[in-house]
């Protein structure tokens, strides 16, 4: 029920029209005819919205620095390393050479220096072993371990560190670095 207002301020009581619905069988031809038509409008109304949802998820994750892609525009991957890497290592670097159709450049340096290289985004990646708790770890993202060398608090772990918030490029890698990684729960 519901009230209503008449001009004198007076409310009187007045019940609403039942609500039926027809079932198709029951329409006429122009009432089933405008029900279908609202349908396929909304169906439309939907699909637009979810195609519209899908160009705008084109490039997720995103690369805030383009790093990615400015690895397959020059085709290089700028490589970091302190110490010759382990077989993992040089396997982790032809299954990223394969991905993204560029070459490793490798240049030599300490772990302290590459890492503020790669920071600035002077380097793309850089393979170093690093302890199990690294300070590290805050400052760059580090891939699962491809390789475990010693055993309890002494053992290095060696990784791949990339540069924070480079989404796309860090899954790059980290899905390569479990593919060529020894360390089991690491796979």
């Known amino acids: ?26 329409m006429s031809y122009d009432e089933a005819t405008n029900r279908g038509r609202e349908w396929r409008t909304a169906r439309l109304a ?42 993992e290592g040089s396997n982790l670097l032809a299954q990223i050479e394969q991905a993204t159709g ?36 805050a400052e760059a993202a580090l891939s699962p371990p491809i390789r475990v060398d010693g055993r309890g608090k002494d053992a290095t772990e060696w990784r791949a560190a990339m540069r924070s918030g480079e989404n796309r490029w860090i899954m790059l890698v980290e899905i390569n670095a479990r593919r060529v990684s020894s360390v089991p729960e690491a796979s």
Do not use: Y
């Open 1 to 26: 029920m519901w009230v209503e207002h008449n001009l004198r301020g007076r409310s009187a009581e007045r019940k609403e029209p039942p609500k039926t619905t027809k079932r198709f069988s029951q």
């Open 46 to 87: 939907l699909a637009a919205l979810f195609m519209f949802q899908l160009i705008a998820c084109d490039r997720f994750p995103q690369d805030p620095e383009n790093t990615l892609d400015r690895i397959g525009e020059r085709h290089v991957v700028r490589v970091g390393v302190e110490q010759p890497i382990p077989p």
């Open 102 to 137: 560029a070459r490793a450049v490798i240049s030599r340096g300490g772990v302290e220096p590459l890492l503020a290289k790669l920071d600035k985004g002077a380097i793309d990646l850089v393979i170093a072993p690093f302890g199990k708790e690294t300070p590290w770890a």
